[in-house]
C-alpha cells in the first residue's frame, strides 16, 4: 500500500495533505521518505499548509508565544517554519514523558535574582540586591557584565530593526536589540548594538510603558498627579493621546493590536477600572473593559500579565487568576508550600515555588486556568532547596530548555 501511495503524482499527494490535520500530517511523514521529504519541503504550499493546521488547532495567543520565542521578529515577514511552530507546540503535550537533568548554570553569591531571558544563545539576568544586569552565553558560558545600577525588578527584551540593520550587535547570536529593566522609580534601556543606555522616568510606583512587537505603549507628561496624561505609540510614527478624565493612566498590557490600560481616580474609593482599547486609545469591546481592582492588590501584590486578558496575583498562600475579567481563586497549601512566581506559555503554566519546585500545568485555552486542580499537575521539576524566584523557557529543535533563578543560582533543565 505504502508502494502505491509513493507513486502518486505531487498534484494528488498535495490534494490528501489538504484534509490532513496535524496529527495526520505527522502519521504520514513516518510512512515512507518521499512523504516525509514532501511534507518537510519548504515551499509555498506546504508553508500554506503548516500555517493552516496551527491556525485550526492553536490558540492565537499560544502561536504569537512561540513565534515570539522562535523568531523574535516575525512581525517583520522573516521566513517561518510553520511546521515549527506546531512542533514545538505539540512537544509541550509529552512532557510528563521527558527525563529531566538539572545542572546549575551559575552561581551567585550576594545577589537575589529577580529576573532571568532568554534571547538567543544568552541568558539575560537580573538581580535585586546590587542592581547587576549580566548576560551568559549558555553554549560557551562566555560572560558579560551589562549594566550596574540599583535595585532592578524585572527586565523584557525588545526588537525593533530588522535583521539586515543588526550586524553591529555587540554580542553574537543575540537575537533581540534592547533590554529594558524595570527599576522602582525608571526604566533603563540598555542598547544591544551600541552599549549605550537611556532612561524614561515612571510615574510614582505604576508601570509606564509596554510593548507588543514594535509598538511601544507609554505615559508622560507626569509633572502631576491631576494634569493630563499622554499616551504614546512610538513605531513608524508617533500617536500621542490626552485624555483629561485619568487622574492616573497606566499601561498594563500591549497585545495584538489591543491596549490594557488601568484608570483610576482618586476620589473613587481606591477602586481602578480597566478598559481595553485599540492602538487610537479607542475603546474597543472586550471582557476586561470596565472590570475593577482594588488598587492595594495592584501596587503591592506580584501581579503578571499575559496575552491580553490573563493576569496573575500571587497574595501569600493565595494564587489568584483573572482571565477576560472572571476570576479564580487558589490555596496552594495543597502543594505545602508558597507560590514564588509563576510564567505562562503557550498553554503551559510553571508556578515556581519556595521548596525550589516548578510545577507545570497544561491547558488548551486560557479560560481552563479558571478549573485547575492544584494538586493535579502535569508534572513537576525538583530544582533545588532555595526557594523559585524567576523562570523563563526557550524552544530549540530537539526540546525546550528551561532556565530557573533561585536566590543565588541560575539552573538549566533538559530534557531526555
Same mark, same amino acid.
Given at each position: 500500500?505504502?508502494?502505491?501511495? %509513493?507513486?502518486?503524482?505531487? *498534484?494528488?499527494?498535495?490534494?490528501?495533505?489538504?484534509?490532513? %490535520?496535524?496529527?495526520?500530517?505527522? $502519521?504520514?511523514?513516518?510512512?515512507?521518505?518521499?512523504?516525509?521529504?514532501?511534507? *518537510?519541503?519548504?515551499?509555498?504550499? @506546504?508553508?500554506?499548509?503548516?500555517?493552516?493546521?496551527?491556525?485550526?488547532?492553536?490558540?492565537?495567543?499560544?502561536?504569537? %508565544?512561540?513565534?515570539?520565542?522562535?523568531?523574535?521578529?516575525?512581525?517583520? !515577514?522573516?521566513?517561518?517554519?510553520?511546521?515549527?511552530?506546531?512542533?514545538?507546540?505539540?512537544?509541550?503535550?509529552?512532557?510528563?514523558?521527558?527525563?529531566?537533568?538539572?545542572?546549575?548554570?551559575?552561581?551567585?553569591?550576594?545577589?537575589?535574582?529577580?529576573?532571568?531571558?532568554?534571547?538567543?544563545?544568552?541568558?539575560?539576568?537580573?538581580?535585586?540586591?546590587?542592581?547587576?544586569?549580566?548576560?551568559?552565553? =549558555?553554549? @560557551?558560558?562566555?560572560?558579560?557584565?551589562?549594566?550596574?545600577?540599583?535595585?532592578?525588578?524585572?527586565?523584557?527584551?525588545?526588537?525593533?530593526?530588522?535583521?539586515?540593520?543588526?550586524? $553591529?550587535?555587540?554580542?553574537?547570536?543575540?537575537?533581540?536589540?534592547?533590554?529594558?529593566?524595570?527599576?522602582?522609580?525608571?526604566?533603563?534601556?540598555?542598547?544591544?548594538?551600541?552599549?549605550?543606555?537611556?532612561?524614561?522616568?515612571?510615574?510614582?510606583?505604576?508601570?509606564?510603558?509596554?510593548?507588543?512587537?514594535?509598538?511601544?505603549?507609554?505615559?508622560?507628561?507626569?509633572?502631576?498627579?491631576?494634569?493630563?496624561? $499622554?499616551?504614546?505609540?512610538?513605531?513608524?510614527?508617533?500617536?500621542?493621546?490626552?485624555?483629561?478624565?485619568?487622574?492616573?493612566?497606566?499601561?498594563?498590557?500591549?497585545?495584538?493590536?489591543?491596549?490594557?490600560?488601568?484608570?483610576?481616580?482618586?476620589?473613587?474609593?481606591?477602586?481602578?477600572?480597566?478598559?481595553?482599547? &485599540? =492602538?487610537?486609545?479607542? @475603546?474597543? !469591546?472586550?471582557?476586561?473593559?470596565?472590570?475593577?481592582?482594588?488598587?492595594?492588590?495592584?501596587?503591592?501584590?506580584?501581579?503578571?500579565?499575559?496575552?491580553?486578558?490573563?493576569?496573575?496575583?500571587?497574595?501569600?498562600? *493565595?494564587?489568584?487568576?483573572?482571565?477576560?475579567?472572571?476570576?479564580?481563586?487558589?490555596?496552594?497549601?495543597?502543594? &505545602?508550600?508558597?507560590?514564588?512566581?509563576?510564567?505562562? =506559555?503557550?498553554?503551559? /503554566?510553571?508556578?515556581?515555588?519556595?521548596?525550589?519546585?516548578?510545577?507545570?500545568?497544561?491547558?488548551?485555552?486560557?479560560? %481552563?486556568? /479558571?478549573?485547575? $486542580?492544584?494538586?493535579?499537575?502535569?508534572?513537576? /521539576?525538583?530544582?533545588?532547596?532555595?526557594?523559585?524566584?524567576?523562570? &523563563?523557557?526557550? *524552544?530549540?529543535?530537539?526540546?525546550?530548555?528551561?532556565?530557573?533563578?533561585?536566590?543565588?543560582?541560575?539552573?538549566?533543565?533538559?530534557? !531526555?
Amino acid at each position: 500500500m505504502s508502494c502505491h501511495l %509513493d507513486n502518486l503524482p505531487s *498534484e494528488v499527494k498535495e490534494k490528501i495533505m489538504i484534509y490532513c %490535520d496535524g496529527t495526520s500530517l505527522g $502519521n504520514l511523514i513516518k510512512t515512507s521518505k518521499r512523504w516525509k521529504e514532501l511534507i *518537510e519541503t519548504s515551499n509555498k504550499f @506546504t508553508s500554506k499548509k503548516w500555517s493552516s493546521v496551527c491556525m485550526h488547532e492553536m490558540k492565537q495567543d499560544f502561536i504569537i %508565544d512561540i513565534l515570539q520565542n522562535l523568531y523574535p521578529k516575525y512581525w517583520l !515577514d522573516e521566513e517561518i517554519s510553520w511546521k515549527a511552530v506546531y512542533t514545538c507546540w505539540r512537544k509541550w503535550n509529552r512532557i510528563n514523558y521527558w527525563t529531566p537533568t538539572v545542572s546549575t548554570f551559575l552561581k551567585k553569591t550576594r545577589n537575589c535574582v529577580s529576573s532571568i531571558k532568554f534571547s538567543g544563545n544568552w541568558i539575560f539576568i537580573a538581580t535585586k540586591n546590587e542592581g547587576v544586569l549580566e548576560a551568559v552565553n =549558555y553554549i @560557551t558560558r562566555e560572560k558579560l557584565l551589562l549594566y550596574q545600577c540599583n535595585s532592578i525588578e524585572d527586565i523584557y527584551m525588545r526588537c525593533h530593526i530588522k535583521k539586515e540593520e543588526s550586524d $553591529n550587535l555587540i554580542m553574537e547570536n543575540v537575537e533581540h536589540d534592547e533590554v529594558v529593566m524595570q527599576l522602582l522609580h525608571h526604566y533603563i534601556f540598555f542598547d544591544l548594538h551600541t552599549g549605550q543606555t537611556r532612561i524614561l522616568p515612571k510615574l510614582y510606583k505604576f508601570l509606564t510603558l509596554k510593548h507588543f512587537e514594535s509598538q511601544e505603549v507609554s505615559v508622560t507628561n507626569m509633572s502631576s498627579p491631576s494634569i493630563v496624561r $499622554n499616551l504614546n505609540v512610538s513605531n513608524d510614527k508617533k500617536i500621542v493621546v490626552k485624555r483629561k478624565e485619568w487622574v492616573i493612566s497606566n499601561v498594563v498590557q500591549v497585545w495584538n493590536g489591543n491596549i490594557l490600560l488601568l484608570d483610576y481616580n482618586e476620589r473613587s474609593d481606591k477602586i481602578a477600572t480597566f478598559e481595553v482599547t &485599540d =492602538y487610537n486609545f479607542k @475603546t474597543v !469591546d472586550h471582557p476586561l473593559t470596565h472590570y475593577k481592582v482594588h488598587m492595594f492588590e495592584f501596587l503591592h501584590y506580584s501581579m503578571k500579565n499575559y496575552h491580553l486578558g490573563v493576569m496573575i496575583i500571587l497574595k501569600g498562600a *493565595e494564587l489568584q487568576i483573572i482571565v477576560d475579567g472572571r476570576t479564580r481563586k487558589y490555596q496552594t497549601f495543597f502543594l &505545602d508550600c508558597q507560590i514564588l512566581c509563576t510564567h505562562y =506559555y503557550a498553554g503551559q /503554566l510553571f508556578l515556581g515555588s519556595s521548596t525550589g519546585i516548578i510545577y507545570i500545568y497544561r491547558v488548551s485555552c486560557d479560560l %481552563d486556568l /479558571l478549573s485547575l $486542580n492544584l494538586s493535579n499537575y502535569e508534572c513537576y /521539576l525538583d530544582i533545588c532547596s532555595e526557594p523559585i524566584l524567576a523562570i &523563563d523557557v526557550r *524552544e530549540s529543535i530537539f526540546k525546550p530548555i528551561i532556565a530557573a533563578g533561585s536566590e543565588h543560582n541560575i539552573y538549566l533543565i533538559r530534557f !531526555d
